[in-house]
């Protein structure tokens, strides 16, 4: 069965999740089926980064089985916003 494509695991996460912000990045280069995702959603608040990481593939699901290797990050809104801010330094 062939790998999902970016665009598929962009829609699955934005939807499960209710995620503001979804970022998939396919690395054919590393093999077939490797990706990097970088998700914001509200559900991430008060979880720790393995239990983010659990939500992100419990909302794969099916998606999960045709997925070779998966690198996450997980932010909430609010951690992605302070990241967006400029240094005062």
């Known amino acids: 069965m062939a790998p999902p494509t970016a665009e598929e695991l962009r829609e699955r996460l934005r939807e499960r999740l209710q995620a503001e912000h979804v970022e998939v ?29 659990r939500l992100v593939n419990e909302a794969l699901g099916e998606e999960l089985g045709r997925i070779h290797a998966l690198e ?18």
């Open 72 to 89: 996450q990050k997980t932010l909430t809104p609010e951690q992605w916003e302070e990241q967006q801010r400029p240094s005062l330094a």
């Open 25 to 53: 990045q396919d690395n054919p280069q590393l093999c077939p089926g490797s990706f990097r995702v970088f998700v914001v959603s509200g559900k991430f608040r008060g979880l720790k980064t393995l239990q983010r990481h």
